[in-house]
């Protein structure tokens, strides 16, 4: 089946402060056509003039599940202080939880655009149930704290319960995701690269989030973070690394020699104290820089455009300087460099031709965005939540007219209460 999306205002993402009016057309999951007019065959017509058509958002680290603890335990000392509330909590969670909390999380995600999301959490075969319900696109890690032989245990039940759940899903990857180098040991990052390699798949881990976090490194180790994962051959298998605020210019090295991608939390990293990541430097440097809300509990939201807002304006900020980054780059971040960090980029992240059909369409007629002028300062700056219209992955609609196809988000809401109403009973 063929669908036209005619006379949109199209930023493809394939090259600097590009768009253009035009075209697009799906065929089944994928972009058959974009250019300038389509003169072709098509069964189903759009009139796509009001909007803006961008590639879907990629948001590169949550934990989406933590829906279920959103403004709870908000006004901690710092991260340690925070995780010390939150790990009691997460000790409490069963299935049923996680499936409405990841629910939940799929809903706000497509309702602002998102198409792709990596995850880690825990009992993740509840969450690519959700996944497969409402027909966003995953890459679901595989969590991992302790030793070798509790990572061996992991392994062993929880991957194949992912991968029996997912059911060779083309929309879900599976990824390894040791925790932290505070929670995990240094045989857990061993058989995790060994585990990645021989899996064709990526790590993901926190890394650098606190100064704490490096300097306890450089106290057990003698090495800052990044220098302690090389010396330990983690960066063998391909990874990209949540935070990184604190990496200096021997680990940048390190990182772009591995082609390892660095994934800018910003409202977390505010919310919990833990630093301003120096993106621009990042960049300069050679990293690919992607972006992510972590979870809603330490956000607390999904937007990726209110997160996008926010990394501009931190970039601003931090370095004194208005144009260190600029909004076509914060929304490369938040698209096709978030493909790019999770190995996705030969099939999402931009709109062109035979690439797979993640696309979401903005109302550009609205309060917000009047008058439009510059289209990718509008994006960053202006763009509110209720600007996405429709949302399409792999070629399916998930969101027409602002309203949810494939999730009944009354249904959701009311058993998010319920179980959170249960846990703290628990």
């Not at 799929?106 to 309702?111: D, F, Q, R, Y």
């Not at 969590?143 to 059911?167: C, P, Q, V």
Request: proline share 3%; with cysteine; hydrophobic share 35%.
């Amino acid at each position: 089946m063929k669908t036209l999306l005619k006379n949109a205002t199209i930023i493809p993402m394939t090259k600097e402060d590009y768009f253009f009016h035009g075209d697009l057309v799906i065929e089944d999951e994928k972009i058959y056509y974009v250019g300038p007019s389509y003169q072709g065959e098509y069964d189903k017509f759009v009139d796509a003039s009001s909007y803006i058509a961008l590639p879907g958002f990629v948001n590169a680290h949550t934990h989406l599940a933590m829906t279920l603890m959103r403004n709870y335990k908000d006004s901690q000392e710092n991260l340690q202080a925070w995780l010390s509330e939150i790990f009691p909590i997460e000790d409490k969670l069963n299935e049923e939880d996680i499936y409405y909390g990841s629910l939940n999380g799929v809903a706000e995600l497509i309702k602002s655009g998102t198409t792709t999301f990596s995850d880690m959490y825990f009992q993740q075969w509840k969450t690519v149930e959700a996944v497969i319900q409402s027909g966003i696109r995953a890459c679901i890690g595989i969590t991992f704290f302790g030793d070798a032989d509790e990572t061996n245990r992991r392994i062993e039940t929880n991957y194949s319960k992912i991968l029996k759940a997912a059911n060779n899903n083309p929309l879900i990857s599976v990824h390894a995701a040791p925790h932290a180098i505070y929670t995990c040991t240094k045989e857990t990052y061993e058989r995790v690269a060994q585990f990645c390699l021989e899996n064709k798949t990526y790590m993901n881990t926190h890394l650098s989030e606190t100064k704490k976090e490096v300097d306890d490194c450089i106290n057990q180790t003698g090495l800052r973070p990044v220098e302690y994962l090389e010396s330990i051959n983690a960066f063998s298998a391909p990874a990209y690394l949540a935070h990184g605020v604190y990496f200096d210019d021997n680990e940048l090295e390190i990182l772009k020699k591995r082609n390892v991608s660095v994934i800018h939390n910003p409202s977390s990293n505010c919310k919990l104290a833990s630093g301003i990541c120096p993106i621009g430097h990042y960049r300069e440097m050679g990293i690919n820089v992607a972006l992510g809300t972590d979870g809603a509990s330490s956000n607390n939201n999904l937007s990726m455009i209110k997160e996008m807002r926010l990394a501009a304006m931190i970039a601003t900020v931090s370095t004194m300087r208005p144009a260190s980054t600029t909004p076509y780059q914060i929304l490369e971040m938040a698209t096709i460099n978030g493909a790019r960090a999770l190995g996705l980029s030969d099939k999402i992240g931009s709109l062109e031709v035979n690439k797979e059909a993640d696309i979401v369409l903005i109302n550009k007629n609205i309060c917000e965005m009047t008058p439009l002028n510059n289209i990718f300062s509008a994006l960053v700056f202006s763009l509110p939540d209720r600007a996405i219209d429709s949302v399409y992955c792999r070629g399916r609609e998930l969101m027409r007219n602002g309203k949810l196809l494939t999730i009944d988000e009354d249904d959701v809401i009311k058993n998010v209460n319920r179980q959170w109403e249960d846990i703290l009973r628990r």
